[in-house]
C-alpha cells in the first residue's frame, strides 16, 4: 500500500485549483473563540488529522534544502497545512519565514504550523547558548536564578522561529540507577515544583506567550516516570501507588499548570497501576481538574509501544483510538501521516472515535496557536539576531554554573587553591579537558564548542601570569571503550592565534570553487541546510593550522575524524597522510550510549575513524583536514540523521600504560585535581544502569592517585550521584560539578581557586551503595527503622547539603500567617517564615535556608520530614540578611485522606529549619527553636 501511495503524482497545487480556497482570516476581527468556530466549521478530516500529527522536519524541507518536499508530505491531505513541525532548527529566520508562508498561503484555511523544540538546557539547535542541565540548575536552590535562564532559552527559541519548548522535566528521580536524572531537578516534589514554576514562567514569559522572546512550554513526562523499575527508562512505576503518584509526583505539574504558563503535556512511556500513562485514565482526568488549557502530545514511540511494549493493543488504529479516546491529541512520530489520517477514517466511521472529540482536541492546538500570536504574525521579525542573543547570554551560562556547583568536602580547608604561589596542580582523569554537557546537547554531549572552557582551560586562566604550574593527564577514557574526543578549540590555532583552524569552503564536492573562508573547529552537523554562504548540501572544506596537544609527556594515543554518511575526510599531520576515511554509505560516528556489548567487546579497540599517533611533550603539529560531503538520502523519523557532519578528535589516553603515565606526571604535582564521572557516553536516555560506582578504568586510576598520598581534590561530573564512599573518604576536597554546560569548565576552576564561593546544595541523596535505593530523604520512619547488617541505610551525602568558604550563623526564626497569626492557620493562608543569616566569615557567600514540616500525627503515615519552603540568600561578609519563605497551605500541606479526598488535615504542624534534609541535621536540631502552629482546618 505505501509503495502505491508514494506514486501519487497530483500536485498540492493542482488539487488547490480544485477546491474554493478562502482568504486567511483577519484574527484581530474576531474574538479567540469565533475565530476558532470559524475554523473548526470548515474543517474536514484531513485537516484535523494534520492539527494533530508531528510532521518531521527532513520528510518537509528537501535534500535541496527548499521545502521541495513539502507538496509530497501533504499529498494525502491536500489543500490543508501543516500542524506541526519538530527536529527542524533553522537558524537562517529566511528558511523558518518561507516554509511558514508557504503553508499558510498555499493551504486552504491558513493555519500557520507550530514548531516545536528540544529546550532542555539549551535550544536543540547545538549552536546557541549551553546551560547546565536541569539537575545541577536545581543544585543552585535559586528560583530566579532559574527563571532567568528560562528567558534566556525562550528568546534564544523564538529566535529561530520556535514556538513550543519540549520542558520543563518534571519528574521526581527516586532512583538514580535511571539514566535520565540529569533531566530531573532532583527528588522532593516542593522543590521540583518552585525550580518547575521558575523554569516555565521563564520560557512563557509568565504566559505573555505572543511576545516574540517567548514560547509556550511542554512539560514531561506525565507522570511519574523518575521512580521506574529496576532503574530502567520506562519500566513501570515502582512507587507505593497512586495516593504517591496523586499527592508527590503530580504536585509539580500542578503548580507548572497552575503558576508557569504550561501550554503542552507530553504523557510518559511508562506504566501505572498497570495502566500506560498513554492511556491512563487518572492522569487525563486530573488534567481535567486543573482546568488545563493545552495540548496534549505523546511521547515519540509512546502510542507504538500501547501494542509493541505495553500488548494492551492489537492493532496501530487500536492504538490510535485508545489513545484519542483516553485524551490524547498529537501523535509524535509514531505512524506515517497516511496511516495515521487513514485509521482516524476508520476509527469515525466505525464509531470509535468520535469526530466531535477530534475537533475538541483541535480546539486546544488552534487555542493555543491564537495566544502565541500565529495567526496575527507568524513570521520571525527582521531586527531578531539569534547569534547576537547567544554571545549576550555567555555571562549567564557562566553564572548559572557558578551557582550550582556543591562543595561535598573540604579537609583542612584545601580549597580555595592559590595562584599566588608556585605551587605545581596535576590535573588528571577523562574529564579535565573535554567539553561535558549531557544528554540532549548534540554528538559526544559538547554542543556548541564555541564561547565554551574546558577544565583545563580555566585552570590556565587562573593560573596565567603567575608561578603557578599545572601538568595534565587523561590516565582513562570516560566510559569502557576508547571513545572519540573532539579536540578543544583553544589547541587549534591560526598564525598564533587559538580558537580553531582556517576553513576554506568550496561550492562543490572537489575543493575547486572556494566561496567561504573563515576560523573555526571541525566539529559539528549541518542539520538540514547547507553551510552559510554555500547553495548547495554538496560541498568540501579545508581545514588547516595548528594543533597544540600540551601533553605533559609523551602519549601513545590516536588521532582521527568521526563523519556521517555519505563524507570522506583525509587528515595530514605536518604534510604526511595520516588518516583516509574512505566514503560510506553509513558514518562511523559512535553513538552518545552505545550498547553494553560495543564495550564488551570493544574496550581496546581504536576509535573508529582514527590511527595511532604519538603526541610529543612540547610539539606542535601542522594539521590539515580535507571534507567532501554528499547529501544523497532523504532522512526519516526514527532512523537517525544522514546529515553531514564532522568532527575532528583525538583520545590521549595512553595506550601503553595510561594510569603509570599519570602516576608519574602526578607525581610532580603538588596536588592533584582528579576529574573522574560520567559523561555522554554512559548517563543519558538509555544510560540506565545497574551499579553506582565509578567505571573499572576510572577506579583502577583514582586508587593509584589516591596512593601518592598526596592532597586529592576530587571533582565530579555527571547526571547522577555516585556511590564511591572509599573516595569520598578519601579525597582532601569534594566538589560535584554535574553537567554544568558550556562554561562549566570555567566555573569549575573558579571554585577551585575561590573567585566563587560554591553555595550549591545537593537535589539527590548520595548512596553509600547501590543496594540501598532508594534513599531520598523523605522516607517513612519504617524504611529506616533497622540497620543493614552489612553497611549503613542512610545516604553519605544527605538532600539539601553543600559547604562554603564562608561560615553562616541562623538566628531568630519564627513562622506566621500572611495574616498575623502564630498560633494557627487555616488551608487557605499562606505561611511565612523569617531567619537572620549571618556570614561570619571573612568572604561573601551564600546559605540555603531549609523548612522542614517533621513527622506528626496523621490519619495517614507521614515521612520523618518533608521540605516545605527554602530561600538561598546572598550574604557578604559580616553582614547578616532576612531569608524569608512562604508556603502555599493549600499546596504544599494538603493530602488525601483515607477516603482519597483532598484536605488540609486538623491538627498541630511543627516546622524545623535545618540546614539539610538528613538525619543528623535533624538530630542535631534545636527543639525549642521550632515553629509549632495548629491548623484549623
Keep these: 500500500m505505501r509503495s502505491l501511495l508514494l506514486l501519487t503524482t497530483i500536485s498540492l497545487r493542482t488539487l488547490a485549483q480544485q477546491h474554493d480556497i478562502a482568504p486567511p482570516l483577519d484574527s484581530r476581527a474576531r474574538t479567540k473563540d469565533a475565530l476558532i468556530d470559524e475554523l473548526l466549521s470548515r474543517m474536514e478530516i484531513p485537516d484535523l488529522v494534520q492539527q494533530l500529527h508531528l510532521a518531521f522536519a527532513d520528510n518537509v524541507i528537501g535534500p535541496a534544502s527548499d521545502n521541495s518536499l513539502y507538496e509530497h508530505e501533504l499529498r494525502f491531505t491536500p489543500n490543508a497545512s501543516i500542524g506541526h513541525m519538530h527536529d527542524w532548527y533553522p537558524l537562517n529566520k529566511t528558511y523558518y519565514n518561507e516554509l511558514q508562508r508557504l503553508n499558510v498561503e498555499s493551504s486552504r484555511l ?42 534566556a532559552i525562550a528568546a534564544e527559541a523564538r529566535s529561530i522561529g520556535v514556538h513550543a519548548c519540549l520542558a520543563p522535566v518534571l519528574d521526581l528521580c527516586k532512583d538514580p540507577r535511571w539514566g535520565r536524572c540529569q533531566e530531573d531537578w532532583g527528588e522532593d516534589k516542593v522543590l521540583t515544583s518552585h525550580m518547575g514554576v521558575a523554569f516555565a514562567s521563564g520560557l512563557s514569559k509568565n504566559g505573555s506567550w505572543a511576545d516574540s522572546d517567548a514560547v509556550a512550554p511542554v512539560m514531561k513526562h506525565f507522570a511519574a516516570h523518575g521512580a521506574p523499575q529496576g532503574g530502567s527508562n520506562g519500566a513501570p512505576f515502582m512507587g507505593h501507588g497512586n495516593r504517591e503518584v496523586l499527592e508527590e509526583h503530580l504536585l509539580p505539574f500542578k503548580s507548572v499548570v497552575d503558576k508557569g504558563g504550561v501550554r503542552g503535556v507530553m504523557m510518559a512511556y511508562h506504566e501505572l497501576d498497570d495502566v500506560p500513562s498513554h492511556v491512563n485514565p487518572m492522569l487525563y482526568k486530573q488534567l481535567e481538574e486543573w482546568k488545563f488549557d493545552g495540548f496534549v502530545t505523546a511521547d515519540d514511540t509512546g502510542m507504538k509501544q500501547l501494542q509493541t511494549e505495553h500488548n494492551v493493543a492489537e492493532s496501530p488504529a487500536d492504538a490510535i483510538g485508545q489513545y484519542y479516546n483516553a485524551g490524547g491529541m498529537v501523535q509524535f512520530y509514531d505512524y506515517p501521516l497516511y496511516e495515521l489520517l487513514n485509521a482516524t477514517r476508520g476509527l469515525i466511521a466505525n464509531g470509535t472515535v468520535k469526530e466531535d472529540l477530534l475537533r475538541e482536541k483541535v480546539r486546544k492546538v488552534l487555542g493555543v496557536k491564537y495566544d502565541l500570536g500565529l495567526f496575527d504574525n507568524p513570521y520571525i521579525p527582521d531586527d531578531v539576531d539569534p547569534y547576537q542573543l547567544t554571545i549576550d547570554h555567555i555571562p549567564l551560562t557562566l553564572e548559572s554554573a557558578q551557582k550550582s556547583i556543591v562543595l561535598l568536602e573540604n579537609r583542612n580547608k584545601t580549597l580555595p587553591l592559590s595562584n599566588t604561589s608556585s605551587e605545581t596542580i596535576a590535573l588528571i582523569g577523562p574529564f579535565g579537558d573535554i567539553l561535558n554537557y549531557g544528554d540532549y546537547s548534540g554528538q559526544y554531549g559538547m554542543a556548541p564548542v564555541a564561547n565554551s572552557t574546558t577544565l583545563q582551560q580555566g585552570i590556565l586562566n587562573h593560573l596565567e601570569g603567575t608561578n603557578g604550574k599545572l601538568v595534565s593527564s587523561m590516565g582513562a577514557n570516560t566510559w569502557l571503550y576508547n571513545a572519540q574526543y573532539p579536540i578543544p578549540p583553544y589547541h587549534m590555532s591560526v598564525n598564533g592565534s587559538s580558537g580553531g583552524l582556517e576553513a576554506t569552503y568550496y561550492a562543490d564536492t572537489n575543493f575547486s570553487h572556494p566561496a567561504v573562508q573563515k576560523i573555526e573547529t571541525p566539529v559539528g552537523t549541518w542539520g538540514l541546510y547547507p553551510p552559510s554562504g554555500l547553495s548547495s548540501n554538496n560541498f568540501s572544506v579545508i581545514w588547516e593550522g595548528e594543533l597544540d596537544p600540551a601533553v605533559d609527556g609523551d602519549v601513545d594515543g590516536w588521532l582521527g575524524v568521526a563523519l556521517g554518511a555519505n563524507t570522506t575526510a583525509k587528515i595530514y599531520v605536518d604534510g604526511h597522510l595520516h588518516v583516509d576515511v574512505p566514503l560510506t554509505t553509513a558514518g562511523n560516528i559512535l553513538s552518545n550510549i552505545p550498547d553494553r556489548s560495543y564495550s564488551l567487546s570493544n574496550s581496546t579497540q581504536a576509535p573508529p575513524g582514527s590511527e595511532p599517533f604519538t603526541f610529543k611533550k612540547g610539539k606542535t603539529y601542522h594539521i590539515r583536514l580535507e571534507y567532501q560531503t554528499w547529501n544523497l538520502y532523504q532522512k526519516i523519523e526514527n532512523l537517525g540523521s544522514l546529515n553531514s557532519q564532522v568532527y575532528l578528535f583525538w583520545n590521549l589516553v595512553d595506550r601503553t600504560d595510561p594510569v603509570g603515565k599519570s602516576v608519574a606526571i602526578a607525581r610532580t604535582a603538588d596536588v592533584i585535581v ?15 544502569r545497574g551499579t553506582m560506582d565509578f567505571t573499572a578504568n576510572q577506579t583502577a586510576l583514582a586508587s593509584a592517585m589516591f596512593a601518592l598520598g598526596k592532597p586529592v581534590i576530587l571533582v565530579l561530573h555527571g547526571g547522577r550521584p555516585f556511590a564511591v564512599p572509599d573516595a569520598y573518604a578519601r579525597a582532601a576536597a569534594v566538589v560535584d560539578a554535574n553537567f554544568p554546560g558550556q562554561n562549566g569548565g570555567q566555573a569549575t576552576a573558579d571554585v577551585l581557586f575561590g573567585t566563587t564561593n560554591p553555595g550549591a546544595r545537593l537535589t539527590l541523596s548520595v548512596p553509600v551503595h547501590v543496594g540501598q535505593l532508594p534513599v531520598f530523604y523523605n522516607y517513612k520512619q519504617t524504611a529506616k527503622k533497622k540497620w543493614y547488617a552489612d553497611m549503613e541505610s542512610l545516604p553519605y551525602y544527605p538532600f539539601g547539603y553543600g559547604l562554603s568558604y564562608s561560615a553562616f550563623a541562623v538566628s531568630k526564626y519564627r513562622g506566621r500567617t500572611a495574616r498575623g497569626s502564630s498560633a494557627n492557620f487555616t488551608a487557605t493562608d499562606t505561611l511565612v517564615f523569617e531567619a537572620d543569616v549571618a556570614n561570619t566569615g571573612d568572604v561573601a557567600g551564600s546559605y540555603v535556608a531549609q523548612v522542614y514540616l517533621l513527622q506528626r500525627v496523621s490519619a495517614i503515615s507521614q515521612p520523618l520530614k518533608q521540605l516545605v519552603a527554602f530561600q538561598r540568600v546572598y550574604v557578604g561578609a559580616g553582614e547578616t540578611v532576612t531569608a524569608r519563605m512562604e508556603v502555599d497551605v493549600e499546596r504544599y500541606l494538603r493530602m488525601l485522606d483515607r477516603r482519597y479526598e483532598w484536605v488540609v488535615e486538623k491538627g498541630t504542624y511543627t516546622f524545623a529549619m535545618l540546614d539539610n534534609g538528613g538525619w543528623d541535621a535533624l538530630w542535631n536540631a534545636d527543639a525549642g527553636g521550632n515553629v509549632t502552629m495548629k491548623c484549623l482546618g
Design 110 to 151: 491558513k493555519i500557520p504550523f507550530l514548531h516545536w523544540a528540544e529546550c532542555l538546557h539549551g535550544v536543540g539547535s547545538f549552536e546557541q547558548s549551553m546551560f547546565p542541565q536541569a539537575l545541577a540548575l536545581s543544585n543552585s536552590w535559586d528560583t530566579e536564578l532559574v527563571h532567568r535562564v528560562g528567558r
Design 674 to 688: 582528579l576529574a573522574l564521572g560520567g559523561a555522554w557516553n554512559s548517563d543519558g536516555e538509555s544510560g540506565d
